[in-house]
């Protein structure tokens, strides 16, 4: 078991790519991370930090290593408790938004909680709620086209907090908007996570983002060379 | 650069392999079908013609009469005639045997006193055996068979041979083996030969013979020979070369081929759904990489002609396997068409393979690539029209279709509307072509709604999924409803398989009620005794004084007589109803449509007037009033028309006249059916045994009760319409593989939000639920406008098709009971279609799905 406010704990994971395995994605990986905690993880493309994303919400498996979340160790789940795991615990946020193109702002919220077999009318008012306090009150009906980038992104992140799961895991999500709007984002995650005291797992490129974090992780070539506890302003 | 793009193509070929074969599979069907019908037709055809030549001998003309035959006086008259060198009387009956499965055997009466000139090639000395000639022309009972139906039942000289005749079971005694070639080949071989005038008794012919086969003088002119013939004998004999013989048969069994030739082109057009499908998707699915050739350099037409030389080569290549396909259907459809020629028309044929018509295959070759043509050109088009800098931007935004289009909506609209009224208004005189544009306009106009429809329909399904199936329904419905164009393809694909099944359905229907109401009409007495399990038998018929035993059963109160034949009109041969006029017109007082039943009854029972089918009024152009002039064996024969009704015997028109007026002017007096109206109390299955054992030991009677005698009319029309059948369920698999292939494609398209999905919780079996839901919604929106559709091209053909093909005029009845059966039925289809793409969902890769581009 990890230790009782570790929410992810890797042991020694690495993950191969490649017919023969010749990518070394991650290598003997030790990691802990706590609840509550903002961790963001910085590295040169080809770094890793996807791929360690994709394993600690159990998409994709290690070649060795264990890792456990909330007390489970997900190499000893099936494909369908990880799933259930991710839509109860795991709430995620991408560069490019992904949301459902077909469904308006309100339905693409509520749809994690409609997948956990809620009710709509129940699903959708909390997810009424959830928009509210992502500042979107107005644009429930809007399908994604009908929204700026901005704006779609804090939908993605309404759905991914519906539930308000214990980890959020965000990769790259001001990658697509411009600064002023990513600024915008990540002041709504701080005032979330005061909110919600989620773990945030957040992947960057952007400094200005992960000053946002309490702890640095900068991976390169698969390896952590760096994990520091930033000074907050 | 052609072949760069060439490369460019045959990358794409080898990547999306499912995508080519789902393709290449619509063309396949479609070019199948559509050869296998050609070809089947042609073989049919040709194994008409080929029975007749053979049974002719070395003939160069043939005189006949229609089915009563005539005269034997008249060969007299025509060994006189000069330049006619031989003059052979024939009678040809197909009878029934006892042998072991009770085989058909052709019999062949020929005048076994002469030295059979016309037949050289199959008595030719070395391989004719008569083992006692003096016996073999003396003895009545005399057969020679042809040596394969010899062999086939161990057949040896002087064994008996039980045959079915006009009197009951006559054994005949085998006294010779003939060649099976030439006319010995007929028939699949089983031949036989008796003596012309044994065949006139045993076959109830009297003093009549079938056909007088003629070899003529090659050195004098064979027309001044007929026209001499023609002129010399009475006008109802015809003087006929034996290939034109066989075009009459042709002539009789065309509507069959029209039909199904309609039909084949409907089973091709779902084919160019299923490739205008593809070709839309793969535009769809190449954004980017045509973005990238732009931006190298390739131009605007560049593009459209790769698209379109892709076409070109996946139609070639479909169409060549198409082919081959269909060459191997055409064995199994000749087969149907032979045994529906037989029921149907009396016919017989020779069985032959498929002939292999290079001209068809061009055809069907020319067809499959312009079909493909077709389907890929507005993809091709909307290919080259992109806008580069938008494709290389982000192909996500590239997936959004446009929906309906106010234009569009409307000349669908107009379409569909015009369609409908040209059927309901125009006239029939405007010919087939312009007609079948009717139906062309109705279904265009439909296609060009269905985007609406979709529209409308996702609108009215999304909440009723939603409930029934959650949030997986609601992304089904969304699902088919975001890309109007690729769903318009799929649901158009299952419009056109359903509204074929349905069209057809309605229309099979429609003859069947108006049949039956018909003879509810005419035909309502408690029993119907006939000779045979067919339409039409050529052979069996009953005698008047069987006809008179039966009447004198205990518990009958009126029996009818009714000889049911066919005699040749305007070129053509048209069904003759030779009644007892006045019982039939007393017992049946508003069968007719057209003209005063007292009149008509007591004018006709005098033989002074004819009543005809509405059909054959339509078709030849003789209404109430007219007079109808017959040229019968005996002399011509004018009265005037007395009566028109609704009947549906014969799709060339029917005539009623009495029996006595046929008597007299074709010296015929057999008959085919005799009805019976029974005393009151009386039981009708009582009265079938007394009436079978009246007949027994004579001949062969078939008994129906009126109930009965609808049901097995019900049956031959099902059995007409058999190959309908078959293509009907080749329309809905061919809709089913455009089903597989958009949801296939519907899957990868989707790949990245079927990740995203799965990564915020969706587990594989609400994604698989997901692509099932889709289809549930494609094919129930393919239902609903299959059912329009259906009802459309059902009015169609009961107001169209039905008057061309046979002139009749048919009630529209919509088979309701046949949606309700097909709906599970479909929707089991569809479901088991989209089966495999729900699994290509679900084993989805969902890191990659997520980072896919």
Same mark, same amino acid.
């Given at each position: ?28 990986? /030790? ?9 963001? $993880? ?8 996807? @791929? ?15 890792? @456990? ?10 494909? /369908?408790?990880? @799933? ?17 193109? @077909?469904?308006?702002? #309100? ?88 909110? #919600? ?23 390169? /070539?698969?390896?952590? $060379? ?8 | ?44 055809v040709?194994?008409f013609q080929v029975t007749i030549e053979k049974l002719a001998g070395s003939a160069t003309l043939q005189v006949t009469a229609g089915e009563a035959g005539f005269p034997q006086e008249t060969l007299k008259t025509i060994r006189a005639i000069p330049g006619v060198v031989i003059a052979e009387p024939v009678i040809e009956v ?12 052709l019999i062949m009466g020929l005048d076994t006193a002469s030295d059979q000139k016309l037949h050289e090639d199959m008595f &030719? ?57 030439g006319a010995?080949?007929v ?6 030969i008796v003596d012309v005038f044994a065949a006139q008794? %045993?076959f109830?012919r009297g003093a009549t013979f079938d056909r007088v086969d003629i070899k003529t003088d090659p050195n004098s002119s064979l027309d001044s020979i007929q026209q001499n013939l023609r002129e010399r004998l009475p006008p109802g004999l015809h003087v006929e070369r034996p290939s034109r013989r066989g075009e009459g048969i042709e002539n009789a ?16 057009? =779902? ?74 028309y009396g016919y017989v ?104 429809? =979709? ?37 158009? %694909? ?44 050529r ?26 034949t066919a005699i040749p009109y305007g070129g053509d041969e048209v069904a003759l109803?030779?009644? &007892? ?30 009543? =005809? ?7 030849w ?7 109808l002039r017959l040229e019968t064996p005996v002399g011509t024969l004018v009265r ?12 060339k028109?029917?005539i ?5 007026v046929y008597k007299e002017f074709w010296r015929d007096n057999m ?68 089903? =597989? ?42 239902? %609903? ?31 309701? %009971? ?36």
């Amino acid at each position: 078991m990890a230790p009782r406010d570790a929410i992810v704990s890797l042991k020694q994971v690495s993950k191969l790519f490649g017919v023969d395995g010749g990518v070394h994605a991650l290598k003997c990986i /030790d990691l802990e991370i706590n609840l509550g905690e903002r961790v963001a $993880v910085m590295g040169p493309s080809g770094s890793g930090k996807s @791929t360690l994303l994709n394993l600690i919400c159990g998409l994709d498996v290690p070649t060795t290593g264990s890792i @456990t979340f909330d007390g489970f160790d997900l190499s000893k789940l099936s494909d /369908d408790e990880c @799933t259930r795991l991710r839509r109860e615990k795991i709430g995620m946020v991408f560069q490019t938004f992904n949301l459902l193109p @077909t469904l308006s702002a #309100l339905e693409n919220v509520s749809f994690p909680l409609r997948l956990q077999g809620q009710r709509s009318h129940v699903a959708e008012e909390r997810a009424r709620a959830m928009l509210e306090r992502v500042g979107l009150k107005e644009r429930n009906s809007h399908r994604p086209d009908e929204l700026s980038g901005g704006e779609r992104q804090r939908v993605a992140l309404a759905r991914a907090l519906i539930f308000e799961p214990p980890l959020l895991l965000a990769d790259e999500p001001t990658g697509n908007l411009d600064s002023a709007t990513g600024e915008e984002i990540l002041h709504l995650l701080d005032d979330l996570h005061r909110r #919600l005291n989620m773990t945030i797992f957040l992947v960057t490129h952007n400094e200005l983002a992960a000053a946002h974090c309490e702890r640095l992780l900068i991976l390169r /070539d698969g390896q952590i $060379v760096k994990d520091e506890f930033l000074e907050r302003n | 650069m052609f072949r760069a793009l060439a490369l460019i193509t045959s990358r794409q070929w080898q990547q999306h392999k499912l995508r080519l074969a789902l393709t290449m599979l619509g063309i396949v069907l479609g070019v199948a079908v559509f050869f296998a019908v050609q070809t089947a037709n042609i073989t049919l055809v040709s194994s008409f013609q080929v029975t007749i030549e053979k049974l002719a001998g070395s003939a160069t003309l043939q005189v006949t009469a229609g089915e009563a035959g005539f005269p034997q006086e008249t060969l007299k008259t025509i060994r006189a005639i000069p330049g006619v060198v031989i003059a052979e009387p024939v009678i040809e009956v197909v009878a029934r045997t006892s042998l072991p499965d009770q085989p058909n055997l052709l019999i062949m009466g020929l005048d076994t006193a002469s030295d059979q000139k016309l037949h050289e090639d199959m008595f &030719d000395e070395a391989t004719l055996e008569i083992s006692n000639p003096l016996a073999f022309l003396t003895k009545t009972d005399s057969i020679a068979l042809s040596r394969a139906f010899a062999e086939q039942y161990g057949l040896k000289h002087n064994d008996l041979l039980p045959v079915f005749t006009q009197k009951g079971r006559q054994d005949f005694t085998v006294r010779g083996f003939f060649k099976p070639t030439g006319a010995g080949a007929v028939f699949g071989g089983n031949v036989a030969i008796v003596d012309v005038f044994a065949a006139q008794t %045993a076959f109830g012919r009297g003093a009549t013979f079938d056909r007088v086969d003629i070899k003529t003088d090659p050195n004098s002119s064979l027309d001044s020979i007929q026209q001499n013939l023609r002129e010399r004998l009475p006008p109802g004999l015809h003087v006929e070369r034996p290939s034109r013989r066989g075009e009459g048969i042709e002539n009789a069994t065309a509507s069959m081929n029209l039909g199904l030739t309609i039909v084949s082109f409907l089973a091709l057009t =779902i084919g160019v759904f299923i490739i205008f499908n593809s070709f839309g998707i793969s535009v769809n699915q190449r954004w980017k990489e045509i973005g990238i050739l732009r931006s190298l350099g390739v131009g605007r037409s560049q593009v459209q002609q790769m698209f379109l030389g892709e076409a070109v080569v996946m139609g070639l290549l479909g169409s060549v396997i198409g082919i081959v396909v269909g060459f191997y259907l055409a064995k199994a459809a000749t087969k149907v068409m032979s045994s529906i020629a037989a029921a149907i028309y009396g016919y017989v044929s020779t069985p032959q393979p498929p002939q292999f018509r290079w001209d068809y295959a061009a055809t069907a070759l020319g067809v499959g690539i312009f079909s493909s043509l077709l389907a890929a050109w507005l993809p091709a088009r909307a290919a080259s029209r992109l806008n580069p800098v938008l494709a290389l931007h982000n192909i996500e935004t590239q997936q959004r279709e446009t929906g309906s289009g106010r234009v569009r909506f409307m000349i669908g609209l107009m379409l569909v509307i015009s369609g409908v009224a040209l059927t309901r208004f125009s006239t029939p005189r405007v010919g087939l072509m312009i007609q079948c544009l009717y139906a062309v306009a109705i279904q265009l106009g439909l296609i060009l709604l269905l985007p609406a429809m =979709i529209a409308i329909s996702a609108r009215v399904l999304r909440p009723v999924m939603g409930r029934l199936f959650g949030i997986e329904g609601v992304i089904g419905v969304d699902t088919m409803a975001r890309a109007p164009r690729r769903t318009a393809a799929t649901v158009g %694909a299952l419009m056109i398989g359903l509204s074929f099944v349905f069209a057809n359905g309605a229309f099979i229907q429609s003859q069947k009620r108006a049949l039956n109401r018909s003879l509810d009409r005419a035909v309502n007495t408690d029993l119907l005794v006939t000779t045979s399990e067919q339409v039409r038998s050529r052979t069996y018929h009953f005698t008047e004084e069987i006809a008179g035993r039966v009447a004198a059963v205990p518990g009958v109160k009126r029996a009818e007589n009714l000889r049911v034949t066919a005699i040749p009109y305007g070129g053509d041969e048209v069904a003759l109803l030779a009644h &007892d006029m006045d019982a039939w017109l007393t017992r049946a007082p508003d069968v007719l449509d057209e003209g005063d039943t007292s009149t008509a009854r007591s004018l006709t029972a005098r033989g002074e007037g004819f009543v =005809i089918s509405r059909n054959f009024s339509t078709r030849w152009g003789v209404g109430l009033g007219d007079s109808l002039r017959l040229e019968t064996p005996v002399g011509t024969l004018v009265r005037p028309v007395l009566g028109v009704l609704e009947y549906y015997h014969s799709e060339k028109g029917t005539i009623f006249m009495d029996r006595e007026v046929y008597k007299e002017f074709w010296r015929d007096n057999m008959l085919d059916y005799i009805l019976l109206t029974l005393n009151e109390n009386v039981e009708p299955e009582a009265i079938k045994s007394q009436v079978q054992a009246a007949i027994a030991g004579e001949q062969q009677a078939f008994i129906y009760t009126h109930q009965e005698y609808k049901e097995w009319v019900t049956r031959l029309i099902d059995q007409f319409f058999t190959l309908t059948y078959l293509q009907m369920i080749v329309a809905i698999l061919v809709a089913a593989l455009g089903l =597989i292939n958009t949801l296939v494609i519907s899957v990868s398209e989707r790949r990245r939000e079927i990740g995203v999905i799965r990564a915020i919780g969706g587990l594989r079996k609400q994604v698989r639920k997901m692509v099932l839901l889709e289809a549930v919604a494609m094919t129930m929106v393919g239902i %609903a406008a299959g059912i329009l559709s259906g009802v459309l091209n059902a009015y169609f053909l009961v107001r169209t098709a039905a008057t061309i093909i046979a002139g009749f005029t048919l009630p529209l009845e919509f088979p309701f %009971a046949m949606v309700f059966v097909a709906m599970p039925a479909v929707l089991m289809v569809a479901l088991l279609a989209a089966w495999w793409p729900a699994r290509r969902a679900v084993r989805l890769r969902v890191v990659e799905a997520i980072g896919y581009e």
